[in-house]
T-cell receptor, first 111, second 113 residues
Framework: GEDVEQSLFLSVREGDSSVINCTYTDSSSTYLYWYKQEPGAGLQLLTYIFSNMDMKQDQRLTVLLNKKDKHLSLRIADTQTGDSAIYFCAEGTGGYQKVTFGTGTKLQVIP | SQTIHQWPATLVQPVGSPLSLECTVEGTSNPNLYWYRQAAGRGLQLLFYSVGIGQISSEVPQNLSASRPQDRQFILSSKKLLLSDSGFYLC????????????FGPGTRLTVL
């Protein structure tokens, strides 16, 4: 079955860039997502990328996709304390789908 | 845009008691609906999904059941709660506009004692 893996924890200093990595196994994945979960809250969709794209930039967020290696990354520029949260990578195959989520990466931003 | 409501926000229940969690969706019609459980603030486990009224698919055999009595209402139930049912329950609504991108409700924190 599909599998999505992420590192569990990342710590960065405020103002630095954060890079959260994700690998997936389903070669038929069409859509790849990044979600943010703040403590005690639901998941918030941050951004998504189609599998035929290599990069997508949205303000401080940059998503890079290496489809050959099935590797997805999320770069947060000028990381702020408000960026502290758990970040989930997810993949899906389009149309009606069950999206497979990674285990989440907890980002800690040190002031 | 969609808005997903869940209630209650928190719930403490004794072992063996029944459960009913409700999720309603605004701003869309005929969504795909999902129930997830998140244990210890990490990882999402898909419990149930529904593509229409009365259509429920279960992903994991367990002590829980789901129902969809109306297009934008999704209910998670149990007849007798177990300690292992404790967790953070999230409802999500999928829109087919971008590959069923899922939007999440605020969640219900369930503690079974």
């Amino acid at each position: 079955g599909e599998d999505v893996e992420q590192s569990l924890f990342l710590s960065v200093r405020e103002g630095d860039s954060s890079v959260i990595n994700c690998t997936y196994t389903d070669s038929s994945s069409t859509y790849l997502y990044w979600y943010k979960q703040e403590p005690g809250a639901g998941l918030q969709l941050l951004t998504y990328i189609f599998s035929n794209m290599d990069m997508k930039q949205d303000q401080r967020l940059t998503v890079l996709l290496n489809k050959k290696d099935k590797h997805l990354s999320l770069r947060i520029a000028d990381t702020q304390t408000g960026d502290s949260a758990i970040y989930f990578c997810a993949e899906g195959t389009g149309g009606y789908q069950k999206v497979t989520f990674g285990t989440g990466t907890k980002l800690q931003v040190i002031p | 845009s969609q808005t997903i409501h869940q209630w209650p926000a928190t719930l403490v229940q004794p072992v063996g008691s029944p459960l009913s969690l409700e999720c309603t969706v605004e701003g869309t019609s005929n969504p795909n609906l999902y129930w997830y459980r998140q244990a210890a603030g990490r990882g999402l486990q898909l419990l149930f999904y529904s593509v229409g009224i009365g259509q429920i698919s279960s992903e994991v055999p367990q002590n829980l059941s789901a129902s969809r009595p109306q297009d934008r209402q999704f209910i998670l139930s149990s007849k007798k709660l177990l300690l292992s049912d404790s967790g953070f329950y999230l409802c999500a609504s999928g829109t087919s506009s971008i590959g069923d991108t899922q939007y999440f409700g605020p969640g219900t924190r369930l503690t079974v004692l």
